[in-house]
């Protein structure tokens, strides 16, 4: 089935231990992109300024990403995100941000992909979300994340957003500042009755969480590497190996949500191997089912 995404596509500036990547690619379209092509093909709906060093189509070249939906838009400069990590590297300090690009009106979907099934909203404020979402007609499954900063300036939008999405992902302090609950299976129900049949929610280095309007349940630890370098992108990494993974096999069921899942932990887990995009754009299929089946293996008792 075809799947779409739109979000950002950034000029990042990232701090680890490790060192810094100055410049280099980022945004959340452009990671889940690269995590999902591995396995289904995918349409991107993004924009970029004039000002955009980048080259998408070279980015992409080796992926089945179709870029009929990237706008390069004039006289408007690109989003910029500069984030530093420390200690543990669980949560990104943001040094910097300039929406640019991402403060104005939204790219068109082309005619071309209004049919698209599976989408996925990647972060962004809400309203556009909506906005781009009543570009495509009669999707199959919609999903979308979102940020602490949109919860906190944008949470009307956001409940709004929520009633007409089948998915939602996000961290776990957001999902706590979302429902204003501590307990975090509590949290995942409190944001099923807002409207989605199914919530993620994501806790780092200690796996994810997720629980569907069926009552159905899933835990999962994340995959034991040795070495972080660099956490940005994990989770939209996460999401598009995920979403990838449920457009190829064409079902929703609890079965492929947890197969789903395990896909999205394994590719985040390459992602935060390197700088930028280039832990995740250096694997292929044979390497994520590699740790898919040392993941299974870790995880059966």
């Known amino acids: 089935m075809t799947l779409l995404v739109t979000g950002s596509i950034g000029i990042d500036t990232v701090r680890t231990p490790f060192g810094t990547s100055e410049d280099c690619i980022g ?9 999902a092509s591995l396995f289904s093909p995918v349409r991107f709906v993004g924009v970029v300024g004039d000002d955009c060093p980048f080259d998408l189509a070279d980015v992409f070249k080796e992926r089945n990403v179709d870029l009929a939906g990237l706008e390069v838009r004039k006289g408007s400069r690109t989003f910029r995100w500069s984030g530093s990590y420390e200690g543990d590297m669980n949560e990104a300090i943001t040094d910097g941000v300039d929406l640019n690009v991402l403060a104005e009106a939204p790219p068109t979907v082309p005619e071309a992909f209004e049919d698209s099934e599976y989408v996925f909203l990647a972060n962004t404020a809400p309203g556009l979300q909506m906005q781009l979402l009543d570009q495509v007609r009669g999707p199959h499954f919609v999903a979308a994340d979102t ?10 939008d956001l409940k709004t957003l929520l009633d007409r999405i089948d998915m939602l992902v996000l961290n776990d302090g957001e999902a706590k500042l979302l429902t204003g609950q501590r307990n975090l299976t509590t949290a995942a129900h ?4 807002m409207g989605p049949r199914v919530v993620i929610v994501k806790k780092g ?25 660099d956490p940005t992108g994990a989770g939209d990494s996460f999401a598009g190996a995920m979403m990838g993974h449920l457009a190829r096999t064409k079902r929703v069921d609890v079965v492929s949500l947890r197969e789903a899942i ?12 390197d700088f930028s995009i280039h832990g995740i754009k250096a694997i292929d299929m044979n390497d994520i089912e590699t740790r898919f089946d040392t993941l299974r293996k870790l995880t059966q008792f």
Do not use: K, Q, R
């Open 205 to 229: 280095e200690h796996g994810s969480l997720m629980c569907n309007a069926d009552g159905d349940s899933f835990v999962l630890p994340a995959f034991p590497t040795g070495v972080v370098i």
């Open 190 to 193: 409190a944001i099923l009755d």
């Open 262 to 273: 395990v896909y999205g932990t394994v590719a985040a887990s390459f992602a935060i191997g």
């Open 147 to 156: 940020m602490n900063h949109w919860i906190v300036t944008a949470g009307d």
């Open 27 to 35: 945004g959340s379209a452009v990671h889940f992109s690269m995590a």
